[in-house]
T-cell receptor, first 113, second 112 residues
């Protein structure tokens, strides 16, 4: 089973370009989230979703858009890339029942030049 | 304002001994706590969690302790193995809230 799949694994963007980071899960999880990891700052929540059609902002949402049209997919869009968005991005999902932890994808390393 | 703090960026432990990783939090609304393990170039992997109604939870070699009055939790790994070398993150949240707040991580190195 694939779990949480993120594409691409690496990406270099020029300042001002836009792009979409893809995230798909095959576990029928209702809850999905996007985090970014920066040196010395742990993981910070960008946006999250508790089901198809429902999204909400996390701690650092500025410059990012999300949508959740299906249970499986939760893409993250960078509207106009900035060097401050250079980071490693992780997508995660979990089932709503119980209190288990999120299952994370392997990450997308994004560099904005 | 860092609501979840891991004050030790790194820790080295001899193989076979106990590893103790610490985490402090400031938000008194947090009632659910998790530990994740992360290898380089991989996503974090869920290890163990604890609810605020408990003060201890055990899963094999991993035990998490929660001291609510001190707003402190710790992860004990016994015995430590070379495969335990990784970065460990603690995370906290409120019941029903999907917003996990992570600490900055502790890099654990197990010395053979």
């Amino acid at each position: 089973n694939a779990g949480v799949t993120q594409t691409p694994k690496f990406q270099v963007l020029k300042t001002g370009q836009s792009m979409t980071l893809q995230c798909a899960q095959d576990m029928n999880h209702e809850y999905m989230s996007w985090y970014r990891q920066d040196p010395g700052m742990g993981l910070r929540l960008i946006h999250y979703s508790v089901g198809a059609g429902i999204t909400d902002q996390g701690e650092v949402p500025n410059g990012y858009n999300v949508s959740r049209s299906t249970t499986e997919d939760f893409p993250l869009r960078l509207l106009s890339a900035a060097p401050s968005q250079t980071s490693v991005y992780f997508c995660a999902s979990r089932a709503p029942r119980g209190r288990g932890g999120y299952t994370f994808g392997s990450g997308t390393r994004l560099t904005v030049v | 304002d860092q609501q979840v703090k891991q004050n030790s960026p790194s820790l080295s432990v001899q193989e076979g001994r106990i590893s103790i990783l610490n985490c402090d939090y400031t938000n008194s609304m947090f009632d659910y706590f998790l530990w994740y393990k992360k290898y380089p170039a991989e996503g974090p992997t869920f290890l163990i969690s604890i609810s605020s109604i408990k003060d201890k939870n055990e899963d094999g070699r991993f035990t998490v302790f929660l001291n609510k009055s001190a707003k402190h939790l710790s992860l004990h790994i016994v015995p430590s193995q070379p495969g335990d070398s990784a970065v460990y993150f603690c995370a906290s949240t409120e019941f029903g809230n999907e917003k996990l707040t992570f600490g900055t991580g502790t890099r654990l190195t197990i010395i053979p």
